[in-house]
């Protein structure tokens, strides 16, 4: 058992200390991250509930259950900020980095925790693998967003849409890293293949503008 509550506060002080000092963008992004942490403590409560009223176990949680969850807890603040506050493209990009590094910085510290930090070759691999797995499936949602700006017609189809791709991309890694073997390495791969394809649908986007 590890408590989850007394990492997040240990992590999330400095962080809070260190907002007195810094203003504008930086002060942004480091907001965000304790918003990607805070979602992460959340998703790991809503998603251990799940598991424990269906019963499917743990594995089965994390394929089927904890993406869609994840997924849209980490939209949620994004779908506030961007309607409330009317940010530019690069403003709701700038969130959805801080809240994809926060989500994907305390579930790699949980799990070192639970699992050990003997294999550091592992857990660098694991840990480029699943910090950008959480940007790029955040950033998936964000392009929903985006794109619902431009293409008024398909505001609600580009969001459903989006957000929907973005949980399945989650889904599909963890289902790959699941078991120990080829596929684990593939799955560590995908994220980092979909990151490249990401920029250069940002290259794109910015282009047409």
């Known amino acids: 058992m590890i ?10 002080v400095p962080i809070i200390v260190t907002l ?7 002060r942004r992004l480091e907001l965000n991250f304790i918003i990607g942490m805070s979602v992460c403590l959340l998703g790991a409560y809503v998603s251990g509930f799940f598991n424990a009223v269906s019963g499917i176990g743990v594995e089965d949680t994390a394929i089927f259950i904890s993406p869609v969850v994840e997924e849209a807890m980490k939209f949620l603040p994004l779908f506030f900020y961007f309607y409330m506050f009317e940010p530019d493209d690069d403003g709701v990009f700038l969130a959805a980095v801080g809240i994809g590094a926060g ?4 579930e790699n510290v949980c ?6 930090a003997e294999s550091l070759s592992f857990l660098l691999i694991r840990g480029l693998a699943v910090g950008v797995m959480h940007i790029v499936s955040v950033y998936a949602s964000v392009f929903g967003l985006v794109i619902a700006r431009k ?14 791709l973005s949980m399945l991309f989650h889904g599909t890694y963890n289902l790959l890293v699941s078991a120990p073997g080829i ?17 250069l649908a940002m290259r794109r986007l910015k282009r047409a503008e």
């Open 183 to 199: 596929t684990s390495y593939i799955g560590f791969a995908v994220p980092l293949l979909m990151a490249a394809l990401m920029l």
């Open 111 to 116: 799990y070192m925790v639970s699992s050990g």
């Open 20 to 26: 007195i000092f810094v203003k504008g963008n930086a």
């Open 3 to 12: 408590y989850s509550e007394n990492i997040f506060v240990c992590m999330i």
């Open 151 to 164: 293409l008024k017609a398909m505001r609600i189809s580009s969001v459903v849409g989006s957000l929907s």
């Open 103 to 106: 989500f994907a910085s305390f």
